[in-house]
Structures are given as structure tokens and as C-alpha cells.
């Protein structure tokens, strides 16, 4: 099954390292609980790091533009919650929804 990221924003829970943390967390989890989905999906964990960062990109430059405050905190929990996620409650989608919560106003996808 192919997981199509819709990332709604970005271990540092600070802005400018979000979106890095937020995609080694996910792609690592993604890679250790399905292998073989994985691997039809990106050719390599760096390949999906980077397709997550490059749409946490676009993203955070949405919520800059919209001048969306970011709150820490919020962050931290989405950080804790992707690293937490077991194999069987792991939905990637969710998840980065869930992320996007940590700037005040909601970013769509383009």
C-alpha cells in the first residue's frame, strides 16, 4: 500500500528542526514496522526523509506566510506521539495531521 504523505506543517521540537525530527521519526517507524511496503514506497529511508521534509517545506512556509504562531509544545507531543506509535496504531496520514496543530491556523495541501 502506498502512503501518500500530506504533511500539514515539519530530536528538536523547535521550529526550525521540526520538520527534520518529524521526518526521522516517521520514516524511521514507517521502515521498521512494514519493510516491504517500505521499500515500494521510497528506495531508501533517506529518500523518504526527504520527500517528508520537502513537503514540511512547503508547509511551513504556508504557516509563515499566513503568519501561524508555533507552538512548542504542541510539537513536542506530535514528536512523542510519532516516536510512541506502535506498528499496528502507525497511520502516517494521521499522524502528520495530527502535526499540523503545532501552528495556530490550519495549512492545506496545495
Known amino acids: 500500500m502506498k502512503v501518500r504523505l500530506l504533511v500539514l506543517l515539519a ?18 517507524r ?15 529511508p533517506p529518500a523518504c526523509r526527504t520527500s517528508v521534509r ?6 511551513d512556509a504556508e504557516a509563515a506566510g499566513r503568519r ?8 513536542a507531543a506530535c514528536l512523542d506521539r510519532v516516536r510512541g506509535s506502535t506498528c499496528d496504531d502507525l497511520d502516517a496520514a494521521e499522524l ?5 496543530s503545532a501552528w495556530g491556523c490550519p495549512v492545506l495541501p496545495e
Open 96 to 100: 502528520l495531521a495530527a502535526c499540523g
Open 54 to 59: 520537502s513537503s514540511m517545506a512547503f508547509y
Open 11 to 28: 530530536g528538536c521540537a523547535t521550529e526550525p528542526y521540526f520538520g527534520e525530527s518529524v521526518a526521522e521519526a516517521l520514516c524511521g
Open 30 to 44: 514507517l521502515a521498521a514496522c512494514d519493510e516491504a511496503a517500505f521499500a515500494l514506497d521510497w528506495t531508501s
Open 68 to 75: 501561524c504562531p508555533f507552538d512548542p509544545t504542541i510539537a
